[in-house]
């Protein structure tokens, strides 16, 4: 239990990090280009993302769902998962790449007011180094080395970004920027992949295993195909409708909300890791319910996190981002990207179910459906409602999926369950009571106000359930013993 812990918290801190540096230096990154340059910026990035899963795959999952049962000891096996996997990623990668600089031209002309073809070509460079970055990291949870997993993720996600700030801030000019983060993304992304690769004797990859993981992830691949539409359409509807200067404002505040989500990845990916072993040895009802327990976790935290910045955000933006950027309505922005952020963390946990199941395909019509709606609500609400109609998008078509999944998919949610949570959103009056008794007017005062409503809202729900929290160790020790007695199986 120890391990899980330290392991839990290490990559949440990692998250955590990972969330708030772009955050951190937005003021850097306006003052220096100015906001229609930093939306350019987002746009781009966008551009990079949405190919990432056509190149992946997928296959990385593969991992966490084969290469997690091989034993550490085996490296000949473990090389052959290796390198049957990195070596087609890095080979789509590289036709992404190719991809994304010849369709430049109709991107910096539809989206970017013809501005940044440059910039656009040099970014091309981070399909081939996030294709390999995203099923380089899956390798390490699928053998559970959480801690250098993390250590991946922190530095991939901000030395690069510090490479863009330094860049657009030292010569003025976005194109520097983005010139910078794609040679230190290609240059981490390889230096992981040498790292890993060192401890493997090299083999020629095996078709079989290749077939074995595509069948598993191709579901996967055009479930996150719909998925980076799902949440990054968007994006290309405020950049046509309402240009590159109001997408700037709109991922400031998505950036910010988007920290609610950051304590599903480590709940997940150590989930993920830990389950199939006992799941596939028919322990599909305690499996089912450490998702639950994990799940109500998760909104206890995201529920704090939301209504923390409904009432603290524009406090925040005063503070650290700067009162240049003025929103219009924008506790309900944040309300709508808060609660499209939870739902978008509920809707993983369902579809932990559906991997330990094998059932990937059926993520294609639950990611359809919700991509589908979320354009067609873009299309017709940005025009009238501007970056309000793009949050409630969002919002309902999260929300969509989450229905879907819980008729095929149940985690036995019952009433017990459903008061915690409302009991949760109750305590969570909190954050709008002291913000209202201590109003966080300047630094002192808003981490004053901050500090006291964030310890009532977690004293009140820490004390409330505490039955809870000893049923969570229960399962984890029960886990243990599951292990073992499956090892104590296959060495007889």
Known sequence: ?????????????????????GILFIPIIIAAVGLANYGAFVQIYANVKILIPFCALGLGMGFQRYASKIPST?????????????????????????????LSPYL???????????????SSIMVFSNTCYTN????????????LYSVLEFSY??????????GSAWEQDIFYGILYYSLLDLLIAMIFFLHLAKDFSIVSPSLKILKQYFQFSYPLAISNIEGGLLSKADRYFISYFLGVEMLGAYNIVHRIVDIITFISVPIRKQIMS????IWDQNYKEESLSMIKSSLFIFLVVSIGLLSYLIFYFEA?????????????????????????????GVKVFYYLVVRLKNTTKQELFFQFAGMLLNVILNYFLIPIYGLIGAASATCVSYFLII????????????????????????FAITFFVVSRLIVPEGIISFIVSSCLSSALFGLLSFYSKRKFIKQVTTEIKQYKIMVKSIKKIKST
């Open 274 to 277: 830990y389950l199939p072993k």
């Open 403 to 426: 229905i879907l999944l819980n008729f095929f998919h149940k985690i036995n949610l019952d009433y017990s369950f459903l008061l915690n949570v409302i009991s949760v959103i109750i």
């Open 74 to 102: 085996d490296k000949y096996t473990l090389s052959l998962h290796f390198y049957s996997i990195l070596i087609p990623s890095m080979m789509l990668g590289f036709i992404g790449t190719s991809i994304l600089f010849f």
């Open 136 to 147: 380089v990291n899956k390798f390490l949870l699928g053998n559970k080395k959480f801690k």
């Open 108 to 122: 910096n002309d539809w989206f970017l007011e013809g501005k940044h073809l440059l910039s656009l070509q040099v």
């Open 316 to 344: 925040i933006l005063d503070l650290f981002v700067g009162k240049t950027i003025e929103i219009e309505n924008l506790k309900l922005l944040v309300f709508f990207l808060g609660l499209a952020a939870v739902f978008s």
């Open 1 to 21: 239990m120890k391990k899980l812990i330290t392991d839990t918290l290490f990559i949440s801190v990692g998250g955590f990090l990972t969330k708030i540096k």
């Open 157 to 166: 996600a901000f030395i690069p970004y510090l490479g863009f700030v330094i």
